[in-house]
């Protein structure tokens, strides 16, 4: 995590995501809420964004920082932990824990591939 210096100087980190997602605005919409985020959808990338992206991106939820793509459950841990104290102590004590990176992507996998299901209760149109 940088230091608080570094984060006042630096642009805030993207968070690009699928804006044709219900599910997926909401969840951007919730992480801008609580914390500091550049939301760029999917349809609203630049050829340099795009370029930054690995392939298949459409595939998941990406955090661009200034020195760093995150991508699917990477990405929505970084992006967490960027949004409070009480994640970070978490995200810290699981990453301690054997084969959580592992568990981190299933757990993503297994959300992301019912993205439809949550959208019909926590969906919205865009962010």
Known sequence: MPRA???????PPRLVYDDDCGFCAWSAALADRYGTFELVGFG????????RLPDGYESCV?????DAVYSCGEATEQTLVRMGVAVRLLVSA???VP???KAR???????????AIWGRFLGRKSA
């Open 105 to 115: 992507e299933a757990a993503y996998r297994w959300l992301a591939d019912r993205r």
């Open 44 to 51: 609203e990338l630049t050829p340099d964004q795009r370029a």
């Open 5 to 11: 210096d570094e984060r006042r100087s630096a642009a």
């Open 99 to 101: 084969g959580y990176p």
């Open 62 to 66: 990406h955090l661009l920082t200034d």
């Open 94 to 96: 699981l990453r301690r």
